[in-house]
């Protein structure tokens, strides 16, 4: 006969009451992680007494929101206000401070600047915690150094022909070093490698490219350092060593250096920022400036760094729209007699286009994206959502031979190979890269950015189909270009020749010759002065549901007539995007950047408490379009 098991009682695990409150500043003011825009603002939590020495400004916790457990930040302790009715933290994730109070300001200065909740610019700025890296720091990172010196400088240093670029990034930061720590940003992963070849052991490295360890490591390290040199990509940004003197951004105007989640950010803008509240010097150093960097100059905010240099400099305008003309084979020649020669194309792929030959219609696909093909032998694939098309057919005539429009580098490599039989030809794009060829006689292809180092420069460096890389519609295109031109001449050697096909009315010509691109830039300014565009105005991007786009635009010419707005924000849209979207495009003069701001971050938080749908929005942005 079996005998019944003795009953037990089930036991659940109770929730820790806190009684007693720190003695000393006992009020938390912290950021909370609540995925609320509206819910932006500073909250107040009590201290228990037994997390007193580690609840510090800067430090990590958990606190009850709403009813859920979730993280937030302690910006500061206070002794002000009532205690009555507010809750304990629940938990320190960990008593290192990750926010030193450089940063806290920094991001509260960001919010204002980018309408933003603090935790989107604390997810890009501190790594995600790591328990065996915290366990491992012997003592607290404290702030050691005092801030706010002033009289901070802006800098462009403009990077000279024959110069390499990284290595002497690298001689800079060792002589600055000396003085206080050194903070650099570049907008490529791959030429934070080539600058951090250079540095060794001497930098510590930030990029999305290290194991969540490494960069939890390496972050905690940047910050509690002195005399350190911190090399990094655009979430580096946010480092604070403790005795920062100079910040140095590679390549300001470059795409990279824009945050593509909201809300947007950009390294420039918040460097900028840094040396307002911080008093470090901040250097730009680039191959042409940004439109931003450029109107700064013309106002004498920032004074520029650059020497007399002159290159030698030829034009072979194409007539008919052959890639090489005529006369330009026989300066390649000469110049593969004594080594490579760069050619830089301004695409990628084969052919960027499809058009029937019968009835010339674009090819497109049914998500009504344009088709493209990557090589000669390769079918045709949608650019947006990647479907192939093994039979192509016109979908107007039914026909099914196309021709290929928009020569892409696949197509440059094929032509130019041709061109020059015999000689070794090598292609680097973003998906094949090159990092470094010896210099010996060859053809060189590339993407602009893609362009293999060369040990003593190249024999000649040629930019093909030059009118493209001025021709794209966005309000980067002549700034854009212009870097690609003059990074791209960087790399011919002393005795070298650079080439261009390209419209000969088009100034680039003569501005790489006298390695100037100051006339240029000031024409841009000039007319986007006239015209009122960035960086002369504050721009707002919004992308709202195409139902109520006509709506939004009624209420906001409302609103500027109404006084709410200002009286010189231009309001132009809607303009139907792909899906159920329109996007509308705000600017106003950037005397009034502050009152337009105020007023769009109360028309956020009325929308979120009337609980309408959330609108997409940018300050700011790289492109308007």
Same mark, same amino acid.
């Not at 006339?519 to 009122?532: D, F, I, K, Q, Y």
């Given at each position: 006969?079996?005998?019944?098991?003795?009953?037990? /009682?089930?036991?659940?695990?109770?929730?820790?009451?806190?009684?007693?409150?720190?003695?000393?500043?006992?009020?938390?003011?912290?950021?909370?992680?609540?995925?609320?825009?509206?819910?932006?603002? /500073?909250?107040?939590?009590?201290?228990?007494?037994?997390?007193?020495?580690?609840?510090?400004?800067?430090?990590? #916790?958990?606190?009850?929101?709403?009813?859920?457990?979730?993280?937030?930040?302690?910006?500061?302790?206070?002794?002000?206000?009532?205690?009555?009715?507010?809750?304990?933290?629940?938990?320190?994730?960990? &008593?290192?401070?990750?926010?030193?109070?450089?940063?806290?300001?920094?991001?509260?200065?960001?919010?204002?600047?980018?309408?933003?909740?603090?935790?989107?610019?604390?997810?890009?700025?501190?790594?995600?915690?790591?328990?065996?890296?915290?366990?491992?720091? $012997?003592?607290?990172?404290?702030?050691?150094?005092?801030?706010?010196?002033?009289? $901070?400088?802006?800098?462009?240093?403009?990077?000279?022909?024959?110069?390499?670029?990284?290595?002497?990034?690298?001689?800079?930061?060792?002589?600055?070093?000396?003085?206080?720590?050194?903070?650099?940003?570049?907008?490529?992963?791959?030429?934070?490698?080539?600058?951090?070849?250079?540095?060794?052991?001497?930098? #510590?490295?930030?990029?999305?490219?290290?194991?969540?360890?490494?960069?939890?490591?390496?972050?905690?390290?940047?910050?509690?350092?002195?005399?350190?040199?911190?090399?990094?990509?655009?979430?580096?940004?946010?480092?604070?060593? &403790?005795?920062?003197?100079?910040?140095?951004?590679?390549?300001?105007?470059?795409?990279?250096?824009?945050?593509?989640?909201? &809300?947007?950010?950009?390294?420039?803008?918040?460097?900028?920022?840094?040396?307002?509240?911080?008093?470090?010097?901040?250097?730009?150093?680039?191959?042409? %400036? $940004?439109?931003?960097?450029?109107?700064?100059?013309?106002?004498?905010?920032?004074?520029?760094?650059?020497?007399?240099?002159?290159?030698?400099?030829?034009?072979?305008?194409?007539?008919?729209?052959?890639?090489?003309?005529?006369?330009?084979?026989?300066?390649?020649?000469?110049?593969?007699?004594?080594?490579?020669?760069?050619?830089?194309?301004?695409?990628?792929?084969?052919?960027?286009?499809?058009?029937?030959?019968?009835?010339?219609?674009?090819?497109?696909?049914?998500?009504?994206?344009?088709?493209?093909?990557?090589?000669?032998?390769?079918?045709?694939?949608?650019?947006?959502?990647?479907?192939?098309?093994?039979?192509?057919?016109?979908?107007?005539?039914?026909?099914?031979?196309?021709?290929?429009?928009?020569?892409?580098?696949?197509?440059?490599?094929?032509?130019?190979?041709?061109?020059?039989?015999?000689?070794?030809?090598?292609?680097?794009?973003?998906?094949?890269?090159? /990092?470094?060829?010896?210099?010996?006689?060859?053809?060189?292809?590339?993407? &602009?950015?893609?362009?293999?180092?060369?040990?003593?420069?190249?024999?000649?460096?040629?930019?093909?189909?030059?009118?493209?890389?001025?021709?794209?519609?966005?309000?980067?295109?002549?700034?854009?270009?212009?870097?690609?031109?003059?990074?791209?001449?960087?790399?011919?050697?002393?005795?070298?020749?650079?080439?261009?096909?390209?419209?000969?009315?088009?100034?680039?010509?003569?501005?790489?010759?006298?390695?100037? %691109?100051?006339?240029?830039?000031?024409?841009?300014?000039?007319?986007?002065?006239?015209?009122?565009?960035?960086?002369?105005?504050?721009?707002?991007?919004?992308?709202?549901?195409?139902?109520?786009?006509?709506?939004?635009?009624?209420?906001?010419?409302?609103?500027?007539?109404?006084?709410?707005?200002?009286?010189?924000?231009?309001?132009?849209?809607? $303009?139907?995007?792909?899906?159920?979207?329109?996007? #509308?495009?705000?600017?106003?003069? #950037?005397?009034?950047?502050?009152?337009?701001?105020?007023?769009?971050?109360?028309?956020?938080?009325?929308?979120?408490?009337?609980?309408?749908?959330?609108?997409?929005?940018?300050?700011?942005?790289?492109?308007?379009?």
């Amino acid at each position: 006969m079996s005998t019944a098991r003795p009953l037990r /009682l089930k036991t659940e695990t109770a929730k820790r009451t806190e009684k007693v409150a720190a003695a000393h500043n006992p009020i938390a003011k912290v950021w909370v992680d609540n995925s609320i825009s509206h819910l932006d603002g /500073l909250f107040d939590y009590l201290i228990p007494e037994r997390f007193d020495l580690d609840a510090k400004a800067g430090v990590r #916790i958990s606190v009850d929101f709403a009813g859920r457990e979730v993280e937030a930040l302690i910006v500061s302790r206070t002794d002000e206000g009532a205690v009555a009715g507010l809750k304990f933290i629940s938990k320190v994730l960990s &008593p290192i401070v990750v926010a030193p109070a450089g940063l806290i300001n920094l991001i509260a200065a960001g919010c204002a600047r980018w309408l933003a909740h603090p935790y989107d610019f604390l997810r890009s700025a501190i790594p995600p915690r790591i328990v065996s890296v915290d366990k491992k720091i $012997a003592a607290v990172v404290t702030e050691k150094a005092k801030r706010g010196r002033g009289g $901070a400088s802006k800098t462009f240093i403009h990077i000279q022909p024959h110069e390499d670029a990284m290595a002497k990034m690298a001689e800079f930061a060792l002589s600055k070093v000396k003085n206080g720590s050194v903070l650099i940003i570049t907008p490529e992963e791959r030429e934070l490698q080539l600058l951090s070849d250079h540095l060794h052991d001497r930098a #510590i490295v930030l990029s999305a490219s290290l194991s969540r360890t490494d960069r939890y490591r390496n972050y905690l390290r940047s910050i509690s350092s002195t005399n350190q040199i911190t090399i990094g990509t655009r979430s580096a940004i946010f480092t604070f060593p &403790p005795d920062l003197k100079t910040i140095v951004i590679f390549r300001e105007g470059a795409q990279s250096h824009y945050e593509p989640r909201s &809300p947007g950010w950009n390294t420039r803008d918040l460097a900028i920022l840094r040396t307002q509240e911080d008093g470090c010097d901040l250097f730009f150093v680039g191959y042409s %400036p $940004a439109i931003e960097t450029g109107a700064l100059a013309e106002v004498g905010e920032l004074k520029t760094l650059t020497k007399g240099n002159r290159l030698k400099v030829s034009n072979f305008e194409s007539t008919n729209g052959e890639l090489l003309p005529g006369r330009i084979f026989s300066p390649i020649r000469s110049a593969l007699k004594s080594g490579p020669v760069l050619f830089v194309v301004p695409r990628k792929g084969y052919a960027s286009s499809l058009m029937c030959k019968k009835c010339r219609n674009i090819a497109k696909c049914e998500c009504g994206g344009k088709l493209s093909t990557r090589s000669a032998t390769s079918v045709p694939e949608c650019v947006l959502c990647s479907k192939v098309y093994c039979a192509l057919k016109c979908k107007w005539c039914q026909q099914d031979v196309m021709i290929l429009l928009g020569r892409g580098g696949e197509r440059h490599l094929e032509e130019i190979g041709r061109a020059f039989p015999g000689i070794p030809a090598h292609f680097s794009n973003s998906e094949s890269p090159i /990092l470094q060829l010896p210099r010996n006689p060859a053809l060189v292809i590339a993407t &602009p950015g893609m362009e293999p180092q060369i040990v003593g420069g190249y024999s000649a460096v040629v930019l093909l189909d030059g009118d493209s890389f001025f021709s794209y519609s966005d309000l980067r295109a002549q700034e854009r270009a212009r870097e690609i031109f003059f990074a791209a001449a960087a790399l011919v050697t002393p005795n070298g020749e650079v080439i261009t096909v390209i419209n000969s009315s088009n100034p680039i010509t003569a501005a790489l010759a006298q390695w100037n %691109p100051k006339v240029m830039l000031t024409r841009e300014l000039s007319e986007l002065r006239e015209v009122g565009f960035p960086p002369f105005a504050r721009s707002i991007v919004i992308e709202v549901a195409s139902s109520e786009a006509t709506l939004i635009v009624a209420g906001l010419k409302k609103a500027i007539l109404d006084g709410r707005a200002p009286a010189s924000t231009k309001v132009l849209g809607p $303009a139907q995007r792909s899906g159920d979207s329109a996007r #509308i495009l705000i600017m106003a003069q #950037i005397k009034d950047s502050e009152k337009l701001l105020k007023f769009f971050s109360e028309y956020i938080r009325h929308r979120a408490i009337t609980k309408k749908k959330p609108i997409l929005l940018r300050v700011d942005p790289y492109s308007l379009s």
